[in-house]
């Protein structure tokens, strides 16, 4: 029974800073953050979205009435979440209006969460086949303003939904894994922003995309040319090619030219969104398969996670046939159309616009937000949540 990904939803804000802007304001060159980082614009998140709205409003894109009948585990990767304890995934089955038989949970581990989940989905498919579990990646990457980071935040969801024979893409087994304790990007929990060792975590993002690799090809004894692509975590566009490059020289001349081709491909939607922590490696497959025409089903992915603290995987996919009909390119078109650009000014002045923490009441304007599902407010500690589609 092959088991895997059955549909991908995506969901960033309404509105971006252009890249370029941000680098004058913060007086660098504007190709510093457009060629050496590799980001055209960045989403952020208004007031009236959090992990769970847009969580939810990645999954309302995909889920029929039929996938809320077989839903039965729905598994919420974040490192954004809004409560210690409450997952944020009981919420998101709440306003999806997924059946009650189910299991909800968050996990956490960086931007890794989502694959963990992935994992997890597979094997509770592969003991209850008629299931599918709702799998999602949802986070708002906050650094802070003038911070060295800044440039690499973003916000957004991919939804994944995991099954048996699935439409898109189906998982392998020779999954390789590796955890090491170190400090490279952590955020307590009395912190909103996120601490960083920038040169230390791309080091080990490295290092740790190395070591999955070899650990692979020794395992399967596969190379690169086995490859049509390989789909990389990205904290920001250029960290992955960074990675790659360390063992491109392996491949001949013409797996090489694929290889970066796609890379490229698969960079595309992560350029305009920015890091989204545990969606980013599923923006940028879900990049690669709907902007990648000459992609043929029966093709091999791999797929680098990299998650903070910090764990690496290395797994791979094959394309399931007829899998473009699974996708939903042109809504996404339309997603990133409709977005609104804003100033620095307003950027910064909606960036430290936060929620209260101290217990007090507060009601949002959700008409000032296109996005079906919002955060309308705070009332006795509790995040009142609306679908407007309701
Ligand atoms: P920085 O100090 O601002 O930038 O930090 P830099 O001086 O290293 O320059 C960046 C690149 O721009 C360099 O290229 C420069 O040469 C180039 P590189 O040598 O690295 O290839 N550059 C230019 N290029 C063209 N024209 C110019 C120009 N000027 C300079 N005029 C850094 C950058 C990414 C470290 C910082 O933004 C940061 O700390 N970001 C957050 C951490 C991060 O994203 N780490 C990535 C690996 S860890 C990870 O992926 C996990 C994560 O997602 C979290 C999680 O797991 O939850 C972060």
Redesign the pocket.
Known sequence: MEIGIDKIGFYTPHQYVDMNNLAVARN??P??FT???GQEEMALAPITQDSVTLAANAALQIISEEDKKAIDFVIFGT?SGIDHSKSGAVYVHKLLGLKPQARAIEVKQ???GATAAIQMAKGHVALHPESKVLVLGSDI?R?GLNT?????QGAGAVALLIGANPGILALENEDVYLTNDIM??WRPIYSEQ?F?D??F??E??ILFFQKVWEQYKEKTGLQLADFEAICY?L??T??GL?ALRTVIDEAEEQDKERLLENYKTSTQYNRRVG?I?TG?LYLSFLSLIEQQERLKAGSRIGFFS?????VGEFFTGVLQPNYQAHLNTEQHAKLFSSREELSVEQYEEIFSNTLPTDGSTIELDVKQDPAPICLAGITDNKRQYINKLD
Not at 148 to 152: D, F, I, L, N, R
Not at 306 to 310: E, N, Q
Request: net charge negative.
């Open positions: 660098v060159e190709e510093k060629i050496g980082i490192e960086a931007c890794y990457a650094y060295s980071g800044e440039a690499t490279d990007f996120a960083v920038g040169k975590s791309n080990q993002y975590h904290p920001y250029k960290m960074k890091n922590y980013s990299y998650g903070s603290g910090a």
